[in-house]
């Protein structure tokens, strides 16, 4: 899902800038028995995933687990206030992300009225928030790359793919997107075969349906 790919591009920019070889290490469940597994032994804080080891921590919660790699590697403002901007921007997104996510899980007859509502959320009250803060800046906040503009991209990028001319309307986030995915880290994440993956499909919601199955009885 979306928080995964942020994940990892925290993690990459982490990577650069500290001088570490060694990649982030994903583990993905496809049978039940492995969160049955992780449950009896004690992984799961409530009962559920992500969850990312780092620093001998077990984290959960994906708000979590963004704001320790992003505040332990410096994409997290350089004070209170531009991390309170930073959370805002991100929760923003965050909420539009929840409603592209759920997209390939919705029975085939609704998609269309889902869609729409995607759309107009996106048109109306997101993507006009992030147009006006690149009016006069290159980074949603302050003067450095923040998970901020990290989430702006990952979003406009899943848009994108249900809705290719959504950000016509929006020349300032266009401009935005092609500097992120000129950044050599970013454009290396976006190349085919990358650990981000394609729009899930009819066999992805087969396994999150068979993995998960407690939360759709």
Do not use: W
């Not at 979590?64 to 531009?82: T, V």
């Not at 998609?111 to 048109?123: G, M, T």
Request: proline share 6%.
């Amino acid at each position: 899902n979306a928080n995964r790919v942020l994940i990892h591009l925290l993690y990459s920019f982490k990577t650069k800038t500290v001088g570490i070889s060694h990649n982030f290490e994903e583990v993905f469940l496809t049978k039940r028995e492995e969160y049955e597994k992780l449950l009896s032994d004690g992984a799961l804080m409530f009962q559920q995933v992500p969850l990312v080891e780092i620093d001998g921590m077990q984290l959960m919660q994906s708000k979590a687990i963004l704001n320790y790699i992003a505040g332990k590697y410096n994409l997290y403002g350089k004070d209170l206030k531009e991390r309170a901007m930073i959370d805002m921007y991100s929760e923003g997104v965050i909420d539009l992300m929840d409603l592209v996510m759920m997209y390939p899980l919705t029975p085939p007859e609704n998609k269309q009225k889902y869609l729409s509502n995607i759309e107009q959320k996106a048109k109306d009250r997101i993507l006009p928030v992030f147009e006006k803060g690149l009016a006069n800046s290159q980074f949603l906040v302050g003067n450095q790359l923040s998970r901020a503009d990290i989430h702006l991209l990952e979003v406009t990028l899943m848009l994108q793919e249900l809705l290719p001319t959504i950000l016509a309307s929006f020349p300032k986030i266009q401009a935005f997107q092609e500097k992120m995915k000129a950044l050599p880290i970013i454009g290396k994440f976006l190349q085919p075969g990358s650990a981000r993956k394609p729009p899930p499909d009819g066999a992805y919601v087969k396994t999150v349906k068979e993995v998960l199955s407690h939360l759709f009885k």
